[in-house]
Nanobody, 124 residues
């Protein structure tokens, strides 16, 4: 069983930065493609970013490209989402997810394990 725990959410002004972390239990972290998703009130969950088994390549939604950076540390079983130049429309609950495959996906349905989520609020 794989457990994911997010941390690092909070309230920030537009233009600010936040760093989200995802700690993953188990010794098979390096076998999972990892992703970040988000869900705003009244909206469907959407893909934010994904990272391959080795950490390269990475994939981003157009809405966050150039502002967000995803990374992973296979030795520490952690994944990070660095979010810069935040906008009010980035406000959402952010979830990390793990996919037991070597192929990435932007579809949440193809991820096997999920964290509980962390709230990110960007004020204007």
């Amino acid at each position: 069983q794989v457990q994911l725990v997010e941390s690092g959410g909070g309230l920030v002004q537009a233009g600010g930065s936040l760093r989200l972390s995802c700690a993953v239990s188990g010794r098979t972290f390096r076998r999972y493609v990892m992703g970040w998703f988000r869900q705003a009130p009244g909206k469907e969950r959407e893909f934010v970013a994904a990272i391959s088994l080795s950490g390269d390549p990475t994939y981003y939604a157009d809405s966050v490209k150039g502002r967000f950076t995803i990374s992973r540390d296979n030795g520490e079983n952690t994944m990070v989402l660095q979010m810069n130049s935040l906008k009010p429309e980035d406000t959402a609950v952010y979830y990390c997810a793990a996919r037991g495959s070597s192929f990435w996906s932007a579809s949440g349905r193809e991820y096997d394990y999920w964290g509980q989520g962390t709230q990110v609020t960007v004020s204007s």
